[in-house]
């Protein structure tokens, strides 16, 4: 797979933020902002900012630990998903009953004009 114009300068980040030149890191970080696309790519280039704001020292949102993830699977048991599906139907519940509401008051309003379904047609 090649490498985007994003991974190289991010590498080069990466590179010039173990050899300590925060110059170099802020210059990069500005021109990884500039081509930053997705929310990704605008943390990375974030991180790489905080990086070159803290001079070299590096906690967990430096740009040595900036990684993409992609969630391939992740494995439920059966029990846990239905009662996920379960909450999930609860919680639909109320969301109907506004939708209702507002149907309602929509219906109302139009009835309050002399608008019916049978002068619409």
């Given at each position: 797979m090649a490498e985007t114009e994003?991974?190289?300068?991010?590498?080069?980040?990466?590179?010039?933020?173990?050899q300590g030149d925060s110059v170099l890191v802020q210059s990069l970080g500005h021109q990884l902002q500039a081509i930053a696309h997705s929310s990704?790519?605008?943390?990375?280039?974030?991180?790489?900012?905080?990086?070159?704001?803290?001079?070299?020292?590096?906690n967990a949102t430096t740009i040595s630990n900036v990684a993409r993830v992609t969630v391939v699977n992740f494995d439920?048991?059966?029990?846990?998903?239905?009662?996920?599906?379960?909450?999930?139907?609860?919680?639909?519940?109320?969301?109907?009953?506004i939708l209702m509401g507002i149907a309602f008051v929509v219906v109302l309003?139009?009835?309050?004009?002399?608008?019916?379904l049978a002068s619409l047609g």
């Open positions: 994003f991974e190289g300068l991010l590498r080069g980040a990466k590179e010039a933020h173990a990704w790519e605008k943390g990375a280039a974030r991180s790489v900012l905080d990086a070159a704001a803290n001079k070299g020292v590096t439920m048991e059966f029990g846990s998903l239905v009662w996920l599906m379960v909450k999930i139907a609860i919680a639909a519940i109320p969301a109907l009953i309003g139009l009835g309050a004009l002399g608008l019916t």
